[in-house]
């Protein structure tokens, strides 16, 4: 079994350590979203305050992260949890003044141009910004010399170069994992487009043993968890890292 306890890991992610997991659990909506964003962050240069958009920000655990961790001001915006909800998320964890909820969909977005400092996007770029123009849009809400970070399932291999899609990730998510990509891939797709410079495009190391641990973790808070996990834990155990992990980007918009 896997204890709450072992998601705490202050060897490896020392800051996300702090932070009580059944909370983090109870926001649960992607695997380790404060691992990934310790992670990538280290590609980061994040000062207090910057103002963050925290794009596909979910339940809010990425948002208060940010905003204790790295005294950024964060807008949290995703289009499936109500601002209301998130707002109630923010308020318990003692950063309603740092962290504005906004309910918007990534390709709507109701931002002045060059508004942030940064925007950082956990688990949830694959949904919205692998197609060709999603760049050149978001790029629009950087100042000149602000950084996007993305952590977003990726794989080893292009779905394109194996042909399909592995039977054994098609048996859990479908044609969804066209969407995951290496991080070659991801570099390619931005630096094409002049519009920023990558400045780290990585796999995360051992992703898929954090992302096993997290889903074992999922699965022993019930029949729902076990329900909705069992199938993820059978695929990370039979790919072992062969294909899966998750790409780490960074980037950053000319001065």
């Known amino acids: 079994m896997t204890a709450l306890n072992d998601l705490i890991r202050p060897a490896r992610y020392p800051r996300s350590s702090r932070y009580d997991p059944a909370w983090l659990l109870g926001l649960d909506m992607g695997p380790n979203p404060l691992w990934l964003l310790e992670d990538l962050a280290r590609d980061l240069d994040l000062r207090p305050g910057m103002r963050v958009l925290d794009l596909g920000s979910g339940k809010g655990a990425t948002s208060v992260f940010l905003a204790r961790e790295y005294g950024v001001e964060v807008v949290a915006a995703d289009w499936w949890i109500s601002a209301e ?7 318990g964890a003692g950063v309603a ?3 504005t909820a906004v309910r918007t969909e990534a390709h709507a977005l109701p931002f002045e141009p060059e508004s942030f400092d940064a925007i950082v996007s956990i688990d949830a770029f694959e949904y919205f910004g692998t197609a060709d123009g999603y760049l050149p849009y978001l790029v629009r809400f950087l100042r000149p010399g ?3 970070g993305v952590a977003t399932p990726g794989m080893t291999r292009e779905v394109r170069e194996l042909g399909a899609v592995p039977a054994h990730v098609k048996a859990v998510v479908g044609w969804e994992a066209i969407a995951w990509h290496t991080p070659e891939w991801w570099r390619f797709q ?3 487009t002049d519009l920023v410079e990558v400045t ?3 796999l995360q190391e051992d992703g898929w043993r954090d992302w096993l641990l997290w889903a074992r973790a999922c699965a ?5 968890g076990r329900q909705a996990n069992q199938p993820v834990i059978d695929m990370l155990l039979q790919d072992r890292g062969e294909l899966l992990s998750f790409a780490l980007l960074a980037a950053r918009k000319p001065a």
């Open 190 to 192: 931005w630096e094409v």
């Open 200 to 202: 780290s495009a990585r």
């Open 146 to 148: 602000g950084q996007l």
């Open 85 to 91: 909800d998130a707002a109630a998320v923010f308020a």
């Open 220 to 224: 022993e808070q019930g029949p729902a």
């Open 97 to 99: 003044d740092r962290v």
